[in-house]
């Protein structure tokens, strides 16, 4: 059974960082892709970044570039998402997302991701 866990969300000020982490279990770095998906209320679930495992190819939302940092630790296999300059509008619950075909990542197929975290709470304050 595939178990995504994240967590290291948190409230902070606008301007600031936090690094969020998800644990994978029962998942194979090595294959497919892995990343972070953002639900903010009232609106639809959007990508964030992916990583694809294969080549290490990275994918970001225009909204994050340069902003937001995707890694991966394949020994603790986690994934981890660097936020720094967090807007008001960077809230949201952030849902770590895995799929089999990296491809799913180039456009942020929400139907393409095979395994989801239940998520972790990201709150930027102004």
């Known amino acids: 059974e595939v178990q995504l866990v994240e967590s290291g969300g948190g409230l902070v000020q606008a301007g600031g960082s936090l690094r969020l982490s998800c644990a994978a279990s029962?998942?194979?770095?090595?294959?497919?892709?892995i990343g972070w998906f953002r639900q903010a209320p009232g609106k639809e679930r959007e990508g964030v970044s992916g990583?694809?495992?294969?080549?290490?190819?990275?994918y970001y939302a225009d909204s994050v570039k340069g902003r937001f940092t995707i890694s991966v630790d394949n020994a603790k296999n986690t994934v981890y998402l660097f936020m720094n300059s967090l807007k008001r509008e960077d809230t949201a619950v952030y849902h770590c997302?895995?799929?089999?075909?990296?491809?799913?990542?180039?456009?942020?197929?929400?139907?393409?991701?095979?395994?989801w975290g239940k998520g972790t709470q990201v709150t930027v304050s102004s």
């Open positions: 990583i694809c495992n294969s080549d290490n190819s990275t």
């Open positions: 997302a895995a799929s089999s075909f990296c491809r799913e990542w180039r456009s942020f197929i929400v139907l393409g991701m095979d395994h």
């Open positions: 029962g998942f194979t770095f090595a294959d497919g892709a």
